[in-house]
């Protein structure tokens, strides 16, 4: 009796921690294995707020004092620390165990974000180094797991914001948020799990969908190649097969399989298609087996129009900054993520600039089954492009986003660069030159607006301007001017260059200003304007609902705030028809915000997600094409 009631309790703890474990999702949809631990939940930590925790050893630590929910960073009210200060590094630990059936196999430890600078080590050996706060890693940990034993992790995140040559987004480079900035995230804010593999398993593919041609395009990398092995890409509609190809496992050959009868990828018909991928050997055993999706799309510009399976699309996106009340920047569930995207898609847009920050893969997932444009977004700021450490800093960190996610069908546009517009004048045209071509290098099929609303290069395929006027007629005008046929267009504010730099010369004390030719929009290219409105209605923020500290003339918002809600819909309907005026010249826009963030009241919806104004009306305005315009 004992022993059955011991044995009943402990099946009630597992029933319970599995029903307890945070984000208990496959963090990686497009790209799934069956065999897989996710390794979320209670985990050990130490705060290293002095850096000293390397001397101390904290790499052989087998437990912490203090305890942290992950993914959640520590600054979250989700991770049960809720430590709001800058944090400059912080030592995470659990132990780690791989299964049984998992003997033979190759293990693969995966981290889907931790911000910024990562070591990773097992039982105090040094196992890994990743730089980038907003990109997955993975750590080949067979060797230290094969023995099916229990053994400790450990993980020490630094970050250094005000070193600017790391993005910090629209963190906080201060102990408090203001403005138009907020709450920090450090170390680890997404999913960390293990999944078995094999030595001759993909490590990722690119899918590029030809609808022109009617063929789909997969090019694999692999983590080690046999030719021969074979990898099998099955593409199905349910259990129906509609295209296949078995090609011998080769590294880097483009794998062309032609794929004639479709429904095209849209906002109006999200059709997914599911991809298998499977690697065999000689003898016909399965190596590796993976769950994908796709869809048929193409994106591309011509002349001044921005067009989705070669029809002019006009976009009317919102600003998404992807914070949270209780996460920051990690979501609570699953979810959450899902319901941000439907909470837009409620009031008429029907897509959203996801700005400064590098959304959750998850987020993708479910715009591309939902319908849902977006434009992936570096988080930027905080950045000295100048700098050479932050240049590299940004290279290797830009091309792991695109590869991540340039085969979701539901991202339309990349954005590296948000209101750059104080750098040199040197390197920085350079810099931003070199990231649009590494850009299409990673991914040719999607356009590139280099810097939204800063200081355009020459180098561009959309140029995206801000506009936060609130007259209407002023909105208008300032951003055509029919007089003179001229844009809204940011000025290059080059700063000094000293003789040291490139360009200079390199005698005497004096300083100079190289030459640089002012890019300016041609009218040749999409223009858009992606940040506008940005609306705090007084009515509409209670006092109860704004954020602690906060007044209703101290919380952020652009512009002299509307009085009341009907005020708000006014100035609203009358700012969005003034740009749906201009269709002729601007091919879309993007209103600031979905969501309040904290201090930030402008937003559509509360903070918490709740509703702040009628979603009938807020349709009937964002809803709008240009041609409904035209009607009336």
């Known amino acids: ?21 945070p984000r208990a999702e496959y963090p990686r949809p497009q790209f799934e294995r069956s065999e897989w631990v996710n390794l979320n939940g209670e985990w050990t930590y130490e705060l290293d707020l002095v850096n000293t925790g390397f001397d101390r050893k904290l790499f052989n630590s087998n437990g912490f004092a203090d305890k942290i929910i992950v993914p959640f960073c520590p600054e979250s009210k989700l991770s049960g620390v809720q430590h709001k200060d800058i944090i400059p ?74 070193a600017k040559v790391q993005g910090s987004g629209k963190q906080s480079l201060r102990s408090y948020s203001y403005g138009c900035v907020y709450t920090r995230t450090t170390g680890i804010w997404q999913t960390v799990w293990m999944e078995a593999t094999d030595n001759y398993s993909l490590d990722y593919v690119q899918v590029m969908t030809d609808i022109d041609n009617h063929q789909v395009i997969i090019t694999p990398r692999y983590y080690r190649t046999a030719a021969s092995n074979t990898l099998t890409i099955n593409i199905k509609d349910g259990s129906k097969i509609l295209a296949k190809k078995q090609v011998a496992q080769v590294e880097g050959l483009p794998i062309v399989i032609p794929f004639k009868k479709y429904q095209t990828w849209s906002p109006e018909n999200p059709k997914l298609y599911e991809v298998e991928y499977i690697i065999s050997d000689k003898d016909g055993k399965v190596l590796d087996r993976i769950s994908s999706y796709l869809g048929m799309r193409k994106v591309h510009t011509d002349g001044n129009k921005v067009y989705l399976n070669n029809k002019p699309y006009y976009q009317r996106l919102v600003l998404d900054q992807g914070f949270y009340p209780d996460g920051i920047w990690t979501a609570p569930s699953d979810e959450a993520l899902r319901r941000d995207i439907e909470m837009s898609m409620e009031v008429g847009f029907n897509g959203a600039r996801l700005h400064q920050k590098v959304f959750e893969e998850r987020f993708l997932y479910w715009a591309d089954k939902l319908g849902y444009l977006v434009w992936g977004e570096y988080a930027s700021w905080g950045m000295d492009v100048s700098s050479p450490v932050s240049a590299r800093n940004f290279l290797s960190e830009w091309q792991d986003i695109l590869v991540r996610d340039r ?43 280099t810097v939204s609303g800063g200081a355009i290069t020459n180098e561009y395929d959309i140029c995206a301007m801000h506009n936060y006027e609130q007259d209407p007629a002023k ?29 200079c010369p390199t005698t005497g004390d004096a300083v100079c200003k190289a030459d640089y030719k002012q890019a300016v929009y041609d009218g040749e290219r999409p223009y858009f304007i992606d940040e506008f409105g940005g609306i705090k209605c007084l009515e509409a923020n209670s006092t109860k609902d704004l954020a602690k500290g906060a007044t209703k003339t101290s919380s952020w918002g652009y512009g002299k705030s509307a009085v009341t809600k009907e005020d708000f819909y006014k ?54 094409n240009p041609e409904d315009l035209q009607k009336k």
């Open 1 to 21: 009796m004992k022993r059955f009631f011991t044995v009943a309790m402990m099946l009630v703890a597992f029933v319970t921690t599995f029903a307890a474990q």
């Open 89 to 162: 590094g912080i030592w995470y630990h659990r132990t780690i165990q791989a299964p049984a059936a998992w003997t033979n196999k190759k293990i693969m430890l995966h981290f889907g974000a931790v911000y910024y600078e990562a070591e990773v080590y097992v039982d105090g050996n040094f196992v890994g180094r990743h730089f980038g706060g907003s990109s997955p890693f993975a750590l080949d940990v067979t060797k230290y797991l094969a023995d099916g034993k229990a053994h400790n992790l450990v993980v020490r995140a630094n970050s250094d914001l005000r």
């Open 407 to 449: 085969n979701h069908p539901s991202i339309v546009t990349w954005t590296p660069f948000n209101e750059a517009w104080y750098p040199d004048n040197v390197q920085y045209p350079r810099f931003v030159n070199d990231i649009y071509d590494l850009t299409h290098v990673v991914d040719p099929t999607r356009p590139v607006n």
């Open 475 to 503: 909105l208008s005008k300032s951003t055509y001017n029919p007089e003179t046929g001229k844009f809204r267009h940011n000025k290059f504010r080059a700063m000094t260059v000293y003789r040291h730099s490139s360009g």
């Open 571 to 624: 100035r609203l309907e009358s700012q969005v028809d003034a740009l749906l005026g201009l269709s002729d010249k601007v091919w879309g826009y993007c209103y600031t915000q979905l969501t309040d963030v904290e201090q930030e009241e402008n937003g559509i919806y509360f903070y918490d997600r709740r509703a702040k104004y009628d979603a009938k009306r807020l349709k009937s305005i964002f809803g709008k």
